[in-house]
């Protein structure tokens, strides 16, 4: 098992955008203020409601929806595997034969009306 980054539990900064303090929620304005113990308190209480709740959801569901999400992301790469990859290159080899009949083709027939298109036309003086 690789080893795990105990302090540092999103290295890819995928979820920056859940990062959410009190004063990203609550703020008072200079008119209206409401004396200082509520602020504090309040602010002690958000915090902690808001770590608590994270704390006991984690706790709950955390470990069935990562076993679901391993699962998925398992499914994913299974498909890749065994189905999509697989059928992007049998379609890759398919289109190469088409590609060298096309191109055989143009060879045969587009390439000399070309050329001869390009020795009339080499003649033409302004």
Not at 8 to 33: I, M, T, W, Y
Not at 45 to 58: A, E, I, N, R
Not at 93 to 108: D, F, H, K, V
Request: proline fraction near 3%; include cysteine; hydrophobic fraction near 40%.
């Amino acid at each position: 098992m690789a080893d795990i980054d105990l302090n540092n539990r999103d290295p890819q900064e995928l979820n920056s955008h859940v990062k959410v303090a009190f004063e990203d929620v609550l703020g008072e304005p200079e008119s209206a203020r409401s004396i200082d113990c509520v602020w504090i308190n309040s602010y002690k209480c958000f915090t902690c409601g808001k770590d608590c709740m994270y704390k006991l959801l984690s706790t709950l569901c955390g470990i069935c929806i990562a076993l679901c999400w391993g699962c998925e992301f398992a499914r994913l790469a299974f498909l890749h595997v065994w189905c999509c990859t697989p059928s992007v290159r049998c379609y890759t080899l398919n289109l190469g034969i088409l590609q060298r009949c096309w191109g055989t083709c143009l060879n045969c027939f587009l390439l000399p009306l070309c050329e001869a298109c390009s020795v009339c036309f080499s003649k033409v003086q302004s």
